[in-house]
Each structure stands twice: as structure tokens, then as C-alpha cells.
T-cell receptor
Framework: DGGITQSPKYLFRKEGQNVTLSCEQN?????MYWYRQDPGQGLRLIYY???????QKGDIAEGYSVSREKKESFPLTVTSAQKNPTAFYLC?????????????FGDGTRLSIL | GQQVMQIPQYQHVQEGEDFTTYCNSS?????IQWYKQRPGGHPVFLIQ?????EVKKQKRLTFQFGEAKKNSSLHITATQTTDVGTYFC????????????FGPGTRLSVLP
């Protein structure tokens, strides 16, 4: 069954701690995205990657870092520099080989501060 | 910078009433996509519009892309409780469509 898997579903972060959110896809998509969603708000782009070993900052990249060492994986690290990390984090992927394709989203990770 | 706005922010309707949400972009869009997010869920793609003035229908949902390709609308006829959720529009970002800009969404509540 193809899709995008995000883990964990819930995550708690202590002050000064870095945490990493996992995103894995078996759709063979080149493009992957990380969004942040605050309660009652829309999606804001954190980082995106079009190919392996390449990624670009989105609108709110400060306090976050990513890597794209494999096509299937695009982990997001929320660093201690992100002072307000509590949010719902969504990972998405897209087949950029065909024009104008939609994004497919994972089930998300809810991050809270302890 | 590029902005995508949606109105209304919230809409409460009685089951059976119609519902419309409007999406407006500060720039011309090559295409526009609509997504639905159920409470507690993730966004799910509904449809994409590409042509100026395009109208597409999916059962009770009608999507329209403006002539100037800067606005779009989603109309639901005779809402049902299964229509509850937040509806987002999204357009290609400045980076040659490699990124996307989402509107803030319209949250629809349907009272039985």
C-alpha cells in the first residue's frame, strides 16, 4: 500500500532539546515538503526538496533543519532555536515528473512543549 | 510577497443549505488546487483547475477558476454532515511552481 508515513504521531519536546520528525514515502516521488499548521490556521511551508541532496528554505525555515540523503526520506529537525515549536507538522510529496501534480500528505505529527 | 487569501474564515450552515468559499491570489496563477482537511486529519487533494474560466464539478461540488486566473471558488450544493472540514486553495509559489502557497482555509460546520 503506497503512501507517506510520518512518525511519531505525537511528540513532546523539552526546553533546549532538538527533536527529529520522520517522513518516509514509497510513492517514488522526487519532491517532498514540510509544512507547519497552527490551530485554526493554514499551512506554512518550512522546507522543500526537489531531488536527493538538495533542498530549499520555505517561508518559515528559521529554527528548523532538514536532510535529503535518500529519495524516500525527508526528516525534519526542530532545533532549540525554534522558540514556539508547538504545532501540527505535515509532510507531503509530489510527482514532479508529470506537470501540475497534487501533493500527497502524511497523517502528521503533533509536537508539544513539555 | 505572494499572498493567497480565502473568505470566509468560518461558515456554519444547516444541513441542506449551500456553501461557497472564495480564494483570491495577489498574483496570476498557472493553476489552482483545492484540498479538504477533515478535523484531526490531513489535507486531501480534491481538484486542480488550469484554464481561465474553467468550471469543474464533482457530484455536489462545483469549482471555478476566474477569467484572470487570480481567483477561484468552491461551491457545495445541499451540504451534508460529511462535508465538515476545512477547505484550502493552493497555488504555485514564486519558485517556478516548485513550492506552493496555501490559503488560510475556510472551516465549514454543518448542523444536522
Amino acid at each position: 500500500d503506497g503512501g507517506i508515513t510520518q512518525s511519531p504521531k505525537y511528540l513532546f519536546r523539552k526546553e533546549g532539546q532538538n527533536v527529529t520528525l520522520s517522513c518516509e514515502q514509497n510513492l517514488n516521488h522526487d519532491a517532498m515538503y514540510w509544512y507547519r499548521q497552527d490551530p485554526g490556521q493554514g499551512l506554512r511551508l518550512i522546507y522543500y526538496s526537489q531531488i536527493v541532496n538538495d533542498f530549499q528554505k520555505g517561508d518559515i525555515a528559521e529554527g528548523y533543519s532538514v536532510s535529503r540523503e535518500k529519495k524516500e526520506s525527508f526528516p525534519l529537525t526542530v532545533t532549540s532555536a525554534q522558540k514556539n515549536p508547538t504545532a501540527f507538522y505535515l509532510c507531503a510529496s509530489r510527482d514532479r515528473a508529470v506537470g501540475n501534480q497534487p501533493q500527497h500528505f502524511g497523517d502528521g505529527t503533533r509536537l508539544s512543549i513539555l | 510577497g505572494q499572498q493567497v487569501m480565502q473568505i470566509p474564515q468560518y461558515q456554519h450552515v444547516q444541513e441542506g443549505e449551500d456553501f461557497t468559499t472564495y480564494c483570491n491570489s495577489s498574483t496570476t496563477l498557472s493553476n489552482i488546487q483545492w484540498y479538504k482537511q477533515r478535523p484531526g486529519g490531513h489535507p486531501v487533494f480534491l481538484i486542480q483547475l488550469v484554464k481561465s474560466g474553467e468550471v469543474k464539478k464533482q457530484k455536489r461540488l462545483t469549482f471555478q477558476f476566474g477569467e484572470a486566473k487570480k481567483n477561484s471558488s468552491l461551491h457545495i450544493t445541499a451540504t451534508q454532515t460529511t462535508d465538515v472540514g476545512t477547505y484550502f486553495c493552493a497555488g504555485p509559489g514564486k519558485n517556478y511552481g516548485q513550492n506552493f502557497v496555501f490559503g488560510p482555509g475556510t472551516r465549514l460546520s454543518v448542523l444536522p
